[in-house]
């Protein structure tokens, strides 16, 4: 999708987990259409680093952590809800605290920040809430249960968001991909391989590619895509939707 780069001069977006990845694909992308971006990330270096590539800001938090949302100043137009982690392992083995601090990260802190961004987005008569969910908020997997119990929780999230928000001019809305290629996903591919006693190759043909009919990994920048065009006038009237960026895997 090509967006005008002054699509959305004037709007200031905020990209949670902005420093690699999806985020920081959002985070160019958004700025490309003429955003002011805000960079939010645990990862100072990596913010900062980013900031200084597209003009943007940073705020440096752990998001996993109640008290440093509180103190962050969420004023933006537009909330991108991207952070996030992955931990692989069967129930009998997962760690609770694990277990609780995914959910704090991928679920708890999204509410959050919508909490914080929604009255002045009401006051404006304009705001974009778009939350990075997963094909996993639509399906589940084997060893994954906080990922997946976050990601369906958000989903959820999401469509309330856009219940109580359409009135006062805010869209929110999922973006749900397959298997992007990032560092979280490396990771996963590791973890999987140690779990299942595999090589790390038949990871991604076997199980990561087996429900897509598009038989490759997705790219940060086309999930990016699809969250600039959430943004623009020609999306004014999609809420509460999930947008499958799953090559064809929830369509089985």
């Known amino acids: ?40 990330d645990r990862d100072a270096e990596g913010a900062k680093a980013l900031a200084a590539e597209i003009g943007a800001q940073t705020l440096v ?21 991207n952070a996030g982690v992955q931990h692989v392992a069967a129930i009998p083995d997962f760690p609770p605290e694990t277990f609780d601090r995914l959910l704090r990260l991928m679920l708890h802190a999204p509410f959050l920040l919508a909490r914080a961004a929604l009255p002045a987005m009401y006051e404006r008569g304009w705001g974009r809430i778009i939350n990075i969910s997963s094909v996993h908020g639509h399906r589940a997997s084997p060893y994954k249960s906080a990922y997946v119990a976050a990601k369906h929780g958000l989903e959820g999230l999401s469509k309330v968001i856009a219940l109580e928000s359409g009135e006062h001019g805010v869209t929110s809305n999922c973006i749900a991909p397959g298997y992007v290629r990032t560092a979280l996903v490396e990771g996963q591919i590791a973890a999987q391989a ?32 699809v969250a600039v065009f959430l943004c623009t006038p ?13 090559g064809g895997w929830t369509a089985r």
């Open 1 to 40: 999708m090509n967006h005008s780069a002054g699509e959305l001069k004037g709007r200031r977006a905020l990209v949670s987990g902005g420093a690699a990845g999806i985020g920081a694909a959002c985070a160019r992308g958004l700025a490309r259409a003429g955003a002011d971006v805000i960079v939010l």
């Open 61 to 81: 938090a752990d998001l996993s952590d109640a008290a440093e949302i509180a103190a962050l100043a969420v004023d933006v137009d537009i909330l991108v809800n």
């Open 194 to 225: 140690a779990t299942r006693h595999i090589p790390a190759e038949d990871v991604v043909e076997r199980l990561m590619l087996s429900e897509s009919v598009v038989k490759r990994l997705i790219e940060p920048e086309e999930v990016a895509a």
């Open 234 to 246: 020609a999306a004014s009237y999609i809420t509460g939707a999930s947008i499958a960026v799953d």
